[in-house]
């Protein structure tokens, strides 16, 4: 029987380390992502089970500015939007699964720039202030799978790309079960507890080219034998 592989893209993780201010990564840079992942010789010759992305969807609230009154639409923002894309497209890439958490609105907070500045009196607008955004069971999810891969025996190995350090007794208990773990931090620090508890680590992975040529939808069969804003 042949060894199965999983990859699990820890989405904000993701789209942070492959996105600018003036290009979000969108859903082809993603699938280009994972097509990348699957051309490492680690994986050579396993099998691809699926490939999990981990995100939360846009938050769909409606709020009033404090110090304007002015009311705005989370779901009718342009990175509302623009998540919505993403995720509507991945949805129908060959061998993704999504999983989402949710987003809670937690009030307001002053800018980085404003709280930075000094002097007796600061004068504070509108315009210095931003939502409190926070995720919520995106981690669980990550975590969950981690485990249900392992204990299921679904997957021999698993991929998974982030540097968070929360993810650190999930892959206790994959190894315990006997699979083995390969961290892609795209080029991200880590601490130590993650390099200890992978059995891999790939730190200097290359950042996806756009549209290199081939897609998932090309290259399944070939696996078988080889913040910006937080608003939404």
């Known amino acids: 029987m042949s060894i199965s592989y999983a990859i699990l893209l820890d989405g904000g993780f993701v789209r942070h380390k492959l996105s600018s201010a003036r290009a979000p990564v969108d859903a082809s840079g993603i699938s280009t992502l994972a097509d990348q992942i699957a051309l490492l010789p680690c994986v050579h010759g396993m099998r691809l089970h699926r490939i999990y992305f981990y995100d939360a969807k846009p938050l769909e609230t409606v709020a009033q500015v404090p110090l304007c009154g002015r009311l705005i639409d989370f779901g009718a923002t342009t990175v509302a939007s623009r998540n919505k894309h993403l995720q509507s497209a991945l949805m129908r890439e060959p061998f993704f699964a999504l999983r989402f958490g949710e987003l809670m609105h937690e009030g307001w907070r002053l800018k980085k720039d404003v709280l930075q500045q000094s002097g007796p009196t600061i004068e504070i607008s509108a315009d210095d202030i931003q939502p409190a955004i926070r995720q919520k069971g995106v981690d669980m999810r990550i975590g969950l799978d981690i485990a249900t891969l392992a ?10 790309v982030t540097a968070d350090s929360d993810f650190i007794p999930a892959m206790k208990f994959a190894r315990r079960e006997g699979a083995q773990l390969f961290l892609i931090t795209l080029g991200h620090g880590i601490r130590d507890g993650l390099r200890e508890h992978a059995d891999l680590v ?29 608003i939404a």
């Not at 204990?151 to 998974?160: D, G, M, S």
């Not at 790939?202 to 804003?229: C, M, R, T, V, Y």
């Open 151 to 160: 204990l299921k025996r679904q997957a021999q190995v698993i991929v998974l």
């Open 202 to 230: 790939i730190q200097d992975f290359p950042l996806p080219i756009k549209n290199p040529g081939h897609g998932l939808s090309d290259f399944g069969l070939q696996a078988e034998s080889a913040l910006g804003a937080t």
